[in-house]
C-alpha cells in the first residue's frame, strides 16, 4: 500500500512539468498542423477556410520555389557535416596527447559553440566585408588577392560563407564526441601495433577509425539534423540572400508565415519539414540502438 501511495505522490509531483510540457510544445505541434490545413492569412483572420491537402498538393506539384530551397538546404546540412567532422576529427586527433597547455587549448576551441549567435553573427559579418573586413583587407595586404571578395554579396560565395560559419560555430561539439571516444581506447593497442612496427596513419587506419566508428556515424546524423534545422547561423548572417541563394527550408517557413502572412501554406511547409525530420530521427535511432549493441 505504502508503495503505491508514493507513487501517486510521485505522479502528483511531476504533473506540472508534464502540463507545462504538454502546453509548450504538444499545443504549438497540433496546432500547426491543424492550421497546415487551412488557408489561415494573419490579415483576414475571419477568412479561413478548410482547404485540405490543397498547401500539400502545392508544395510537392507546383512550388518551385519550395524545390529549390529543400535543395539547397540538404546540400548545406551535407557539406556542413562534412566539414564539421573533418576539423573536429583533426583538433580531435592533435589535442588527444599530452602536452603542456593542453587544457587552455580544449577550452580555447570550444569558444565557437558557446559564443551566443548574434554575436558570433555580427564578427563574421564584419570580417567578411568587402571594404573594412578582415579577411579582405589582409589578403589584398599579403597580395593573395587583388580585389575585393564579395563573401555575402555573390551567390556561390555566400553560400560558402554561410557553411563555413555553421562549420565554425558547431565544430567543438564534434570534436568533444571524438576525442571523448579516441580517449576510451586502450593504449595498449596502440603499443602492439608499435612494436609490430605500424607507423601513425597504420595506426589510425586500422585502431583509430574503427574504434570511433560507431560514435562518428551517430554524431554526423545527429549534427545532419542540427543543420537541416539551422535557422539562426544563416539568418542572420545573410538572412537568405542574395537573391535567395542561402535561403534554407526553416528561413523559408519563417517568411511565409512573417512576411507573406500565409500561416496555412507556412504550416503545410513546416509539416513537410517534420516529417522530414521524423525520417532522419529515426535513422539516428536505429543507429544509436545499433551503437548500444
Known amino acids: ?91 580531435a586527433l592533435l589535442i588527444n596527447r599530452e602536452f603542456k597547455g593542453k587544457n587552455f587549448f580544449r577550452a580555447l576551441f570550444l569558444l565557437p559553440w558557446v559564443i551566443p549567435s548574434v554575436v558570433a553573427a555580427n564578427s563574421w559579418i564584419w570580417m567578411m566585408n568587402d571594404q573594412t573586413g578582415f579577411i579582405n583587407t589582409t589578403l589584398m595586404k599579403w597580395g593573395v588577392i587583388k580585389e575585393p571578395i564579395l563573401f555575402l554579396a555573390t551567390k556561390h560565395a555566400a553560400q560558402l560563407s554561410a557553411i563555413m560559419v555553421n562549420a565554425w560555430k558547431s565544430f567543438p561539439f564534434m570534436l568533444l564526441v571524438l576525442l571523448a571516444a579516441m580517449q576510451n581506447i586502450d593504449h595498449g593497442l596502440y603499443e602492439s601495433a608499435r612494436i609490430d612496427g605500424a607507423s601513425r596513419f597504420q595506426c589510425f587506419r ?15 546524423v545527429l549534427m545532419m539534423i542540427w543543420s537541416f534545422n539551422n535557422f539562426e547561423n544563416v539568418y542572420l548572417l545573410t538572412r537568405g540572400g542574395p537573391a535567395r541563394a542561402t535561403m534554407n527550408i526553416s528561413i523559408y517557413t519563417y517568411n511565409l508565415a512573417f512576411y507573406r502572412n500565409q500561416w496555412g501554406y507556412a504550416s503545410a511547409v513546416a509539416v513537410v519539414m517534420m516529417i522530414i525530420m521524423f525520417a532522419l530521427s529515426y535513422v539516428y535511432r536505429r543507429l544509436l540502438r545499433t551503437q548500444d549493441d
Open 1 to 91: 500500500m505504502k508503495k503505491k501511495r508514493d507513487e501517486k505522490s510521485g505522479y502528483l509531483f511531476i504533473l506540472p512539468a508534464t502540463l507545462m510540457l504538454l502546453g509548450v510544445n504538444i499545443y504549438p505541434l497540433v496546432r500547426g498542423i491543424m492550421l497546415a490545413f487551412t488557408n489561415r492569412n494573419f490579415l483576414y483572420p475571419k477568412k479561413t477556410k478548410i482547404v485540405g491537402l490543397k498547401n500539400f498538393i502545392e508544395i510537392i506539384f507546383r512550388d518551385k520555389e519550395f524545390w529549390g530551397v529543400l535543395g539547397f538546404t540538404f546540400f548545406f546540412a551535407i557539406a556542413s557535416v562534412v566539414i564539421i567532422y573533418l576539423i573536429g576529427l583533426c583538433i
Open 206 to 220: 586500422y585502431i583509430t577509425m574503427p574504434m570511433i566508428k560507431g560514435i562518428s556515424v551517430v554524431s554526423t
